[in-house]
């Protein structure tokens, strides 16, 4: 975040950035930047919670890979309840999809064992640590 675009060959200094992390305690203040850029964000996507592994240091951890990889139906059905408001348009009076319950608590198993493989590895990581 400090150097924005530096894959750019006009890539810009954020002094702004550097200024917020300096004034006051930096270890704080870095923290917190850290944590508002990781839940800044929804995690709605696949691609949001491998940033969120790999910002945590466990994104290599095999099972992270598999539970988060099984997201991407559970986060596709997401966006269609949500942003489709999930109408059938297909249907003849374009009624809402209907669920199946055993499916919506499939899907949302999923997403907790993904949530549950990363703070394990995420305590595993750490548990290494002196």
Known sequence: KLQRGAEDADATFDVGFLAQILVGDPQANLLAAFTDDLTGKS???????NRVAAALGVSANAGVK?????????????????HEMD????????????RRRDDMVRRTNELLEAVDAVLAAVDAVLAECP
Not at 43 to 49: A, D, G, K, R
Not at 87 to 98: D, G, H, K, Q, Y
């Open 66 to 82: 598999d539970a988060v990889v099984a997201l991407k139906g559970a986060f596709d059905l997401r966006n269609t309840i949500a």
């Open 87 to 98: 109408i059938n348009f297909s249907a003849a009076n374009r009624n809402r999809n209907s």
């Open 43 to 49: 995690l709605q996507s696949v691609e949001q919670m």
